[in-house]
């Protein structure tokens, strides 16, 4: 084709006009999706999962296909999702094949990790360090070391569906935290199952916990920063057959809880146990006691109170506990033998006395000088120690609490955080959802009556949507939102005020 000689500089700079009004579009969409969706590498077996994760930056996801992974992960950044994809029932697997010391270990805020199988290592399973609004689901935890799920100093923890086994101090360890939820998890095998220690505001429900030496503990102990256990609820727990030989590493604080414990509080405040089944436990039920049951009593630290107050069983079911097998026999002839052997004292009985070689067992067993602590059906239980304790007003229930897990962000919510999630809200969610009438998916004022501050269970609910009502669709998983974009929308929809009179949110 032959250009006419004249025009050859406009036809050029009608060109140049068109790649940038191109450019511009282009650069629009990436400014305005990249706002919106994250982005996300995916890892397959024989490459780095660490190498994925130190390209990526805050808001991003790496997706773990199915094989096994020998590597130490450390994850720094906020906002990151770290998730498995399970394809045909395989799971993407991190084995330390008994040498590296910790699966993983999550140092910045908003970090959720799902879907994985962990395995074999020497110190802790999944740890969390000093960081706030975690997320820790699906995950299978076996035989690595001393934690098994470990966030220590963080402040609204969610542990949900994770399966721990195999490990030789607490399978789940929450270790100074505030505002923690820990539910339906199978917690089997261990030294102990859940452990709470010097830590407020806690919610453990709907786990089953078995087979380990003692099941759930509270533990207010001496000697770390924070001071307290206090304000935790033990609810709707299967605790059965926790009479498992004390496996510690000798010298260890908890090779000395002896075998046989479904409940143990110690030092514990405002413990509320509700609605478990707690059966066959062979030493007690529930176990309630202060700080001088601890090696190193004789040095206490004044800072912490050491004794159980303000604690209520309310309702549970008792089954056979201090009931005595063989095979809980076993365990206690090598608690005693190991207790003598490393100088730790057998604990102080109830009656002040020490533990006879082979204590009976109860139901409930109490020691200590608590205060204002309460048990609702005294006549129907065994138990030992609780002259002290009052009948518990039957009207009380913990039923009204859904969530420890404060709302994360509001009235200290950035705006930057605000932002992004009415961003999301506009550019997704608003296509279903309204404040006051139903669209396609249930009014906003609805889900802020059933989820009230639960921000993770609109996230959780959002990413793995289920069937809830009859009459609508199913809501699409909105999980390729990530982890920050799902947390700030679900945020925002709690705190979202009715202001359009028509119902319209703006
Ligand atoms: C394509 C339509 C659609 C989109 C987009 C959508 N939803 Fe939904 N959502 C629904 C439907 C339909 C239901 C009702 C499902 C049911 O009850 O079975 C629902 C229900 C819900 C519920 C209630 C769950 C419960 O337990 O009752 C929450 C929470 C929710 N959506 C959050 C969100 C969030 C957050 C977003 C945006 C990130 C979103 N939805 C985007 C259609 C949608």
Same mark, same amino acid.
């Given at each position: 084709?032959?250009?006419?000689?004249?025009?050859?500089?406009?036809?050029?700079?009608?060109?140049?006009?068109?790649?940038?009004?191109?450019?511009?579009?282009?650069?629009?969409?990436?400014?305005?999706?990249?706002?919106?969706?994250? %982005?996300?590498?995916?890892?397959?077996?024989?490459?780095?999962?660490?190498?994925?994760?130190?390209?990526?930056?805050?808001?991003?996801?790496?997706?773990?296909?199915?094989?096994?992974?020998?590597?130490?992960?450390?994850?720094?950044?906020?906002?990151?999702?770290?998730?498995?994809?399970?394809?045909?029932?395989?799971?993407?697997?991190? +084995?330390?094949?008994?040498?590296?010391?910790?699966?993983?270990?999550?140092?910045?805020?908003?970090?959720?990790?799902?879907?994985?199988?962990?395995? !074999?290592?020497?110190?802790?399973?999944?740890?969390?360090?000093?960081?706030?609004?975690?997320?820790? %689901?699906?995950? #299978?935890?076996?035989?690595?070391?001393?934690?098994?799920?470990?966030?220590?100093?963080?402040?609204?923890?969610?542990?949900?569906?994770?399966?721990?086994?195999?490990?030789?101090?607490?399978?789940? $360890?929450?270790?100074?935290?505030?505002?923690?939820?820990?539910?339906?998890?199978?917690? $089997?095998?261990?030294? #102990?199952?859940?452990?709470?220690?010097?830590?407020?505001?806690?919610?453990?429900?709907?786990?089953?916990?078995? +087979?380990?030496?003692?099941? #759930?503990?509270?533990?207010?102990?001496?000697?770390?920063?924070?001071?307290?256990?206090?304000?935790?609820?033990?609810?709707?727990?299967?605790?059965?057959? !926790?009479?498992? %030989?004390?496996?510690?590493?000798?010298?260890?604080?908890?090779?000395?809880?002896?075998?046989?414990?479904?409940?143990?509080?110690?030092?514990?405040?405002?413990?509320?146990?509700?609605?478990?089944?707690?059966?066959?436990?062979?030493?007690?039920?529930?176990? #309630?006691?202060?700080?001088?049951?601890?090696? !190193?009593?004789?040095?206490?630290?004044?800072?912490?109170?050491?004794?159980?107050?303000?604690?209520?069983?309310?309702?549970?079911?008792?089954?056979?506990?201090?009931?005595?097998?063989?095979?809980?026999?076993?365990?206690?002839?090598?608690?005693?033998?190991?207790?003598?052997?490393?100088?730790?004292?057998?604990?102080?009985?109830?009656?002040?006395?020490?533990?006879?070689?082979?204590?009976?067992?109860?139901?409930?067993?109490?020691?200590?000088?608590?205060?204002?602590?309460?048990?609702?059906?005294?006549?129907?239980?065994?138990?030992?120690?609780?002259?002290?304790?009052?009948?518990?007003?039957?009207?009380?229930?913990?039923?009204?609490?859904?969530?420890?897990?404060?709302?994360?962000?509001?009235?200290?919510?950035?705006?930057?955080? %605000?932002?992004?999630?009415?961003?999301?809200?506009?550019?997704?969610?608003?296509?279903?959802?309204?404040?006051?009438?139903?669209?396609?998916?249930?009014?906003?004022?609805?889900?802020?009556?059933?989820?009230?501050?639960?921000?993770?269970?609109?996230?959780?609910?959002?990413?793995?949507?289920?069937?809830?009502?009859?009459?609508?669709?199913?809501?699409?998983?909105?999980?390729?939102?990530? !982890?920050?974009?799902?947390?700030?929308?679900?945020?925002?929809?709690?705190?979202?005020?009715?202001?359009?009179?028509?119902?319209?949110?703006?």
């Amino acid at each position: 084709m032959n250009f006419k000689k004249p025009f050859p500089s406009t036809r050029f700079y009608f060109n140049v006009n068109r790649l940038s009004r191109i450019l511009l579009i282009i650069c629009f969409f990436f400014l305005f999706t990249s706002e919106i969706f994250s %982005r996300t590498i995916e890892v397959h077996e024989g490459e780095s999962i660490q190498k994925a994760i130190d390209s990526l930056e805050k808001g991003d996801t790496v997706k773990v296909y199915p094989g096994i992974y020998h590597e130490f992960l450390f994850v720094d950044k906020t906002f990151f999702t770290l998730s498995g994809v399970i394809v045909n029932g395989r799971w993407p697997t991190l +084995d330390g094949g008994g040498k590296l010391n910790d699966g993983v270990i999550g140092s910045g805020a908003n970090f959720l990790i799902e879907n994985f199988h962990i395995k !074999n290592y020497k110190a802790n399973g999944v740890m969390t360090q000093g960081a706030g609004n975690i997320i820790m %689901r699906k995950l #299978i935890v076996e035989n690595t070391g001393i934690y098994g799920i470990y966030p220590t100093m963080g402040t609204n923890v969610l542990i949900e569906d994770t399966v721990s086994l195999g490990i030789a101090d607490a399978a789940i $360890y929450i270790g100074m935290c505030h505002n923690v939820d820990v539910r339906r998890n199978e917690v $089997y095998g261990s030294v #102990i199952g859940i452990e709470i220690e010097n830590s407020t505001n806690v919610l453990i429900e709907g786990n089953t916990v078995y +087979d380990n030496s003692a099941g #759930i503990v509270a533990f207010a102990l001496p000697g770390l920063p924070l001071k307290k256990v206090e304000n935790v609820i033990i609810r709707n727990n299967f605790i059965f057959d !926790n009479n498992h %030989r004390n496996f510690a590493e000798p010298g260890a604080l908890v090779a000395g809880v002896p075998p046989g414990i479904g409940i143990g509080v110690m030092a514990g405040d405002a413990v509320t146990i509700e609605g478990n089944i707690i059966r066959r436990n062979s030493f007690a039920g529930i176990g #309630i006691g202060d700080n001088n049951l601890l090696p !190193n009593s004789k040095s206490p630290d004044p800072d912490v109170e050491p004794n159980p107050d303000r604690n209520k069983v309310l309702e549970n079911v008792f089954i056979d506990n201090g009931v005595r097998k063989w095979n809980d026999f076993i365990s206690w002839i090598f608690y005693v033998i190991r207790i003598l052997f490393s100088g730790n004292p057998i604990p102080e009985s109830p009656n002040g006395g020490k533990v006879g070689v082979f204590p009976d067992g109860y139901d409930i067993v109490a020691s200590g000088k608590g205060k204002d602590n309460c048990l609702i059906a005294p006549d129907s239980v065994t138990k030992i120690g609780t002259s002290s304790y009052e009948v518990c007003n039957p009207k009380e229930t913990t039923e009204k609490i859904k969530t420890m897990i404060g709302d994360p962000k509001l009235g200290e919510a950035k705006s930057d955080e %605000r932002e992004l999630g009415k961003q999301v809200f506009g550019a997704v969610c608003s296509g279903c959802h309204s404040m006051n009438i139903r669209t396609v998916g249930p009014p906003i004022k609805e889900i802020q009556e059933k989820y009230k501050k639960d921000v993770y269970g609109v996230v959780s609910f959002a990413s793995m949507p289920k069937k809830v009502r009859a009459g609508f669709i199913e809501m699409p998983s909105q999980k390729y939102l990530g !982890n920050e974009k799902l947390t700030a929308v679900s945020n925002y929809i709690l705190n979202l005020k009715d202001e359009g009179a028509k119902g319209v949110v703006k």
